[in-house]
């Protein structure tokens, strides 16, 4: 079982940058591919950002490519999205999950475990 916990969401202006992360619970974080998703109002969740186990590997949405970027931390448990040059169109509930495969780019049906989500509200 992983508990997963995000923090570092909130109200940014167009232009600005957030730091979310996810914490996870358990000794064996270093076996899942990790993953952002996020879900805006009205519209179905979808994938963000996903890294490999050793997070050499990474893998975007053509919506973030060249703004976020992903990052683990495999001895403290923790996955980040750095998120630069926010839009307004980037306004969504963010959701870290854990996909106990090897697969870091996937579905939503994939992934093992879920966070909370947190909110990102970018105002233009």
């Known amino acids: 079982q992983v508990q997963l916990v995000e923090s570092g969401g909130g109200l940014v202006q167009a232009g600005g940058s957030l730091r979310l992360s996810c914490a996870a619970s358990?000794?064996?974080?270093?076996?899942?591919?990790m993953a952002w998703f996020r879900q805006a109002p009205g519209k179905e969740r979808e994938f963000v950002a996903g890294?490999?186990?050793?997070?050499?590997?990474?893998s975007y949405a053509d919506s973030v490519k060249g703004r976020f970027t992903i990052s683990r931390d495999n001895a403290k448990n923790t996955v980040y999205l750095q998120m630069n040059s926010l839009k307004p169109e980037d306004t969504a509930v963010y959701y870290c999950?854990?996909?106990?495969?090897?697969?870091?780019?996937?579905?939503?049906?994939?992934?093992?475990?879920w966070g909370q989500g947190t909110q990102i509200t970018v105002s233009s």
């Open positions: 890294i490999s186990m050793s997070g050499i590997g990474r």
């Open positions: 358990g000794r064996t974080f270093s076996t899942y591919a």
């Open positions: 999950a854990a996909n106990s495969g090897s697969r870091y780019s996937i579905n939503e049906d994939e992934a093992d475990y």
